[in-house]
């Protein structure tokens, strides 16, 4: 007897041994202690012995018909599998958790994010779903052995549910991880029509560029904000560029036509007498190259973003 993915829950293939409960040992493992019904019918459990184990705890009711092996303190992952599993077949993990699982965008959301196919008028405790009956092949992916939105869907979800910075940021990502394809994305927005979130990524794609504004910290994201709130030519994020030595550094803010580089400094990253002396050796090797070096702390941009912007105004009008 061998269970292989299929269109309900395609969690990869799984060839049993023929004894039970070593099976599900097994299958457990593999998917992060969640099972269901289907799958202990055909590792030969039947209702009565499935009960039984409910009953000693050796197995824990999740939702109707999805069960967690051995214990019930799950993994996110664990969670986000027992939740696709729960809205039946066809079922995807989308929005912010399809993001987060592929980490494109952190969420902290306690609701599970799913899309289903159809409304079937069952609700399943802690999870969120949205009804598409617009879903085609294209829009299905598998990712770490979990159903889920594709990436261009999943870019869509964003658009419909988070800010344009956050879009940006989940955009940003994909590229860096190389799983951005504006073809399948306009392909995708060819089809949706009038669907909620459309807009918003049609207008994010003609007016960001691509990857230039993946930041890596809270204060990298104020310092963004602040420019785009004073009109402000906007600058490549986090971006390489090589010094008078000829070795590369990668600086905060670039405006490369203004040979101006912006450096935030946290102060947990840049308080040690190593830290600061790394950091005077990089700027004089970018000053050696014939940039413009501004540093900017957080009470800077906290507290005096209007001094801030006269500043980059000056700096990049010269």
Not at 157 to 175: F, G, K, P, Q, T
Not at 187 to 216: F, K
Not at 217 to 234: K, V
């Amino acid at each position: 007897m061998r269970i292989e993915a299929d269109g309900l829950h395609p969690f990869g293939a799984f060839q049993p041994s023929g004894l039970p409960d070593i099976d599900l040992a097994e299958l457990a493992t593999v998917q992060d202690g969640i099972v269901d019904g289907p799958q202990l019918s055909a590792l030969g459990f039947s209702r009565r012995e499935i009960q039984r184990r409910l009953q000693s705890a050796r197995l824990h009711r999740l939702h109707r018909g999805v069960y967690a092996v051995g214990h019930r303190a799950l993994s996110l992952r664990g969670r986000w599998r027992a939740a696709v599993m729960a809205c039946g077949a066809g079922a995807l993990l989308s929005h912010r958790d399809a993001a987060n699982l592929r980490g494109l965008l952190r969420s902290q959301r306690s609701l599970i994010e799913v899309t289903v196919p159809h409304d079937r008028g069952r609700r399943v405790a802690g999870v969120q779903t949205y009804v598409s009956q617009r879903l085609a092949p294209p829009d299905r992916s598998v990712c770490d052995g979990i159903p889920c939105a594709s990436v261009p869907l999943t870019l869509l979800n964003i658009a419909a549910v988070e800010s344009r910075r956050r879009l940006e940021r989940a955009c940003d990502e994909s590229e860096v991880q190389r799983l951005f394809d504006l073809v399948a994305i306009e392909e995708l927005l060819g089809r949706s029509g009038g669907c909620r979130g459309a807009g918003a990524l049609r207008s994010m794609l003609e007016e960001h560029a691509i990857g230039t504004t993946l930041t890596r910290s809270e204060l990298e994201e104020r310092m963004l904000a602040l420019c785009r709130a004073a009109g402000l030519p906007l600058p490549v994020v986090n971006e390489p560029v090589a010094g008078g030595s000829g070795r590369w550094h990668c600086v905060d803010f670039l405006w490369a036509d203004r040979r101006v580089i912006v450096e935030t400094d946290g102060h947990a990253f840049h308080s040690t007498r190593r830290a600061i002396e790394r950091d005077r050796r990089r700027e004089a090797d970018l000053v050696r190259a014939r940039y413009r070096i501004l540093r900017l702390t957080w009470s800077q941009i906290e507290h005096g973003p209007g001094e801030v912007v006269l500043m980059l105004r000056a700096a990049l009008v010269d």
